[in-house]
């Protein structure tokens, strides 16, 4: 749920938005996510670290809020084509998986931005950052909020599981 500044309901969050705050917010502890990296692929990575840090910035008196994850998960489940020895493998799972958790945090800033409810706190950060600035801000925040830029930046690594080996599946023969 949403609430604006005097807590009346003004929206709800699915599930994707509502990670992508908690990912702002530096709340995801653990938890699954689950990936395509093809159409004949699915992949859950069972989140083991996660840590994410929003910077502020002001140009031209105007906000730049920069998100920045760093995520490192482990593989729970990989169905499809792919090849567990292969390095490209391991690289395309996080490169997906980073992609997954920029889409969730984008997801939840448009929402928010949409709903016009400053939910992960950037107007206190503003403030606390340029007090000075803030002032002038403050009054056109309603404004200038939805406006706002967010970029994110995410740094992602899945972790090999501990023993592997060949799938029974890759040595028989076709006959």
């Known amino acids: 749920a949403v ?61 730049e809020i920069t998100i920045e994850v760093d995520i490192t998960s482990n593989l ?25 958790v920029e889409k969730e945090i984008r997801m939840a800033v448009e929402k928010a931005q949409e709903l016009n409810a400053d939910v992960f706190g950037f107007g206190a950060m503003i403030y606390k950052k340029y007090p000075q600035e803030w002032k002038t801000i403050e009054a056109l925040w309603d404004d200038i909020f939805p406006l706002i830029e967010v ?7 899945v972790k090999h599981p501990g023993f592997m080996t060949r799938s029974f599946s890759q040595y028989q023969t076709k006959g």
């Not at 970029?151 to 690594?157: D, F, I, L, T, Y």
Request: proline content about 3%; charged content about 25%; hydrophobic content about 40%.
């Open 3 to 63: 609430l604006d500044k005097d807590l009346k309901l003004i929206g709800k969050l699915n599930e994707q938005e509502s990670r992508g705050v908690l990912w702002i917010m530096d709340k995801v502890r653990g938890g699954i996510l689950v990936i395509h990296p093809s159409s004949t692929e699915k992949a859950s990575l069972e989140i083991i670290r996660s840590q994410s840090k929003v910077k502020i910035a002001l140009k031209n008196n105007m906000p």
């Open 76 to 100: 729970g489940e990989l169905s499809g084509d792919g090849d567990l020895m292969s390095p490209a493998i391991w690289n395309k799972l996080a490169h997906y998986q980073a992609k997954a």
């Open 151 to 157: 970029n994110v930046q995410v740094k992602s690594r």
